[in-house]
Antibody, heavy 123, light 111 residues
């Protein structure tokens, strides 16, 4: 059974960089697309971006200038960095796996999710 | 990139059927058969219920079904059960962004 687990600081100061890691267990990170999705308290879902196991990425146009997603296949992990954070970046951050439909690996939909981690931006 | 429009809330009695709409545009829902639906219980991660408009992942109850007409996709829950009480989000591929757009979310209440 594939499991995803987010880890990282729960509190980040304004203007600093938010850093999270997602560890994948029960399966290989290879072949799939891996995403970060966030949800501000009481609000809806926002797709931040994704990375293919080979390293190619795609980011939300609204966050592109501040986001970096990277992958470490040797550790079965992928990571998120979001720079220059403000209170508007306070959210539960989820990591998730894209699915394989037929023989095609797709960035979405997301068939496995981490439990989510709340990151609060505050001084 | 505007979110897809969903009703804020939908309710029904146990055993009834309810339908949640997801309205987009000719650049997303209307153009592609890549609409997904997620169920989210409080303080839990979303769960994939429907993908590619009407396909169900293994293990998802056949009480959940999806459809699409024009720019509007729909999720129908038949035989409503107490455990179906949750938030539901649609998402769609869009030509306006490299990433799918999510819906605004619908809270389903079982009366």
């Amino acid at each position: 059974q594939v499991q995803l687990q987010e880890s990282g600081p729960g509190l980040v100061r304004p203007s600093e960089t938010l850093s999270l890691t997602c560890t994948v267990s029960g399966g290989s990170i290879s072949t799939y697309h891996w995403s970060w999705i966030r949800q501000p308290p009481g609000k809806g879902l926002e797709w931040i971006g994704y990375i293919y196991y080979s390293g190619s990425t795609n980011y939300s146009p609204s966050l592109k200038s501040r986001v970096t997603i990277s992958v470490d296949t040797s550790k079965n992990q992928f990571s998120l960095k979001l720079s220059s954070v403000t209170a508007a970046d306070t959210a539960v951050y989820y990591c998730a796996r894209g699915t394989i439909v037929g023989a095609t690996s797709r960035p979405s939909p997301f068939d496995y999710w981490g439990q989510g981690t709340l990151v609060t931006v505050s001084s | 990139q505007s979110a897809l429009t969903q009703p804020a809330s939908v309710s029904g009695s146990p055993g009834q059927s309810i339908t949640i709409s997801c309205t987009g545009t000719s650049s997303d829902v209307g153009a592609y058969n890549y609409v997904s639906w997620y169920q989210q219980h409080p303080d839990k991660a979303p769960k994939l219920m429907i993908y590619d408009v009407s396909d169900r992942p293994s293990g998802v109850s056949n009480r959940f079904s999806g459809s699409k007409s024009g720019n509007t996709a729909s999720l129908t829950i038949s035989g409503l059960q107490a455990e179906d009480e949750a938030d539901y989000y649609c998402s769609s591929y869009t030509s306006s962004s490299p990433l799918d757009v999510f819906g605004t979310g619908t809270k389903v209440t079982v009366l």
